[in-house]
């Protein structure tokens, strides 16, 4: 995960790749998100949505799940009903873009002086947004542990001290310094070779027809 812009809002996650589209792919429909969000290289490796597949990149880092129709209308109902519930509030701000909502494709356009907000937007998209932090606590092992024994004529409390034990070695972190190496190429012939390999492993059960994986 990345840590989000300040100002991100979660229900309006989809200004945001509305953002991403209208700048980048030059598009007023959020139509063929699924596919495009989705991650997939054969919709984001084509020449002309470089740009855009490097925001959909971050937008998946920043938590923004869309790949699906049902995520789609999720997103942009939740944007809809959150203008609904705040704009009556003194501080409220229309979201730069205007979606509707009764068409399908769910067309947006861009709102009357809301064009350097949208700029702003997607300028953000294509910055390295920072690593968000996340860790799990661990156990004070200064402190003794205690459990309750489970018993029919009433429980007890076990106390255990743990000072002797030996503190337990800080788990491996990965190191974020490091830079990506670049796209994965798997030749199709390494994959024909595993679809053999599984074909063959499911000749061995008669439940279960050989010809699944190599077509």
Do not use: K
């Not at 200004?15 to 700048?23: D, E, F, G, L, S």
């Not at 959150?82 to 701000?93: A, H, I, K, S, T």
């Not at 029919?152 to 337990?168: F, H, K, V, Y």
């Amino acid at each position: 995960m990345r840590t989000r812009p300040p100002d991100f809002i979660g229900e309006l996650r989809i200004q945001w790749v509305c953002a991403a589209v209208h700048a980048f792919l030059g598009e007023g429909t959020l139509a063929n998100v699924p596919v495009l969000m989705s991650g997939f290289g054969s919709a984001l490796d084509r020449p002309g949505v470089e740009r855009f597949s490097t925001a959909a990149f971050a937008l998946r880092q920043m938590g923004v799940s869309v790949g699906s129709d049902i995520q789609l209308r999720q997103a942009v109902h939740d944007a809809v009903i959150w203008e609904e519930d705040n704009r009556n509030r003194l501080d409220f701000v229309e979201p730069p873009f205007r979606i509707d909502v009764e068409n399908p494709a769910y067309p947006f356009v861009l709102r009357n002086g809301a064009a350097i907000e949208a700029r702003r937007f997607a300028a953000a998209l294509l910055n390295v947004l920072p690593f968000a932090p996340w860790t799990l606590p661990t156990a004070d092992p200064t402190r003794s542990m205690a459990v309750m024994e489970a018993a029919a004529d009433g429980s007890q409390r076990i106390s255990i001290d743990l000072a002797e034990l030996t503190p337990p070695t800080l788990p491996s972190h990965h190191d974020i310094t490091q830079a990506p190496r670049g796209p994965i190429l798997i030749p199709v012939s390494d994959l024909e070779q595993v679809a053999e390999h599984l074909d063959d492993i499911d000749a061995t059960g008669s439940h279960r027809p050989r010809g699944n994986w190599l077509i």
